[in-house]
C-alpha cells in the first residue's frame, strides 16, 4: 500500500474538517483555511484505526489495525510527517481526489490483491512476461494513455469516461513508483 497516500488522507480528512468547520461559521471558501492556525490542519499523530478497520474478519493484512502504527512510525522516520501545519494549505480538489484514488486503491485491491499482497495481481502479471512489475505498470499507463487518444480523436469512449480513465492512469502512475522504490532499494 502506497503510505503517501494514506498520509494524504490523513492531511484531507483534517483539511475537509477545517472546510466544514468555517462553512458553519459562514466563512467564504476564501477563508477556510486561513486565519486562525490553530485551525490549519495538522498531520495525524495519533493511529486512527476506522481507516484500516476490516468489514470482514478475513481481510488482508494491509488492512489491519497492526499495520497503521508501523505506517506512522516509517512517516516519522522519513520526515514528512509535519509537526506545524504547512504555510501553503493546497488545491481542496487535489486533496479530495487524494482521498477518491485511496478509496479506489482499497476497493481494487479486494479484487485483485491477495490476503497478504494488495499488489498481487501487478507483480504475477510482470512475473508471467517476464519484465519488473513497475514495467508492468507503465504498460497499464500506456493502456490508458491510448484510450485518452481515443477520446480526443474521436470525442467518446464506450467502456470507462474520461474521468476514471484518468483516475485509473493516476493510480498507475503511483503503483509503477512503488514497484520501482521496491526495485530499486
Known sequence: MTTDMLDANELLRAAVAARRKA???G???EE????NAAEMPTAVTEPMPEVFAAEETE???WLSDEFYPEYLERRKGSGLIQ???SEQPGSLPFLE???ELRTLHLSKSQDYGSESDPLANIRQGAEFVGIEPWR???VRVADKVQRLKTYCRTGRLVHEGVRDTLLDLAAYSLLAIVLFDEGTA
Open 23 to 25: 462553512q458553519a461559521a
Open 83 to 85: 509537526e506545524q501545519p
Open 32 to 35: 477556510w483555511y486561513g486565519g
Open 59 to 61: 481481510s488482508p493484512v
Open 27 to 29: 466563512r467564504p471558501h
Open 136 to 138: 508492468g505498470c507503465m
Open 97 to 99: 481526489l487524494l482521498e
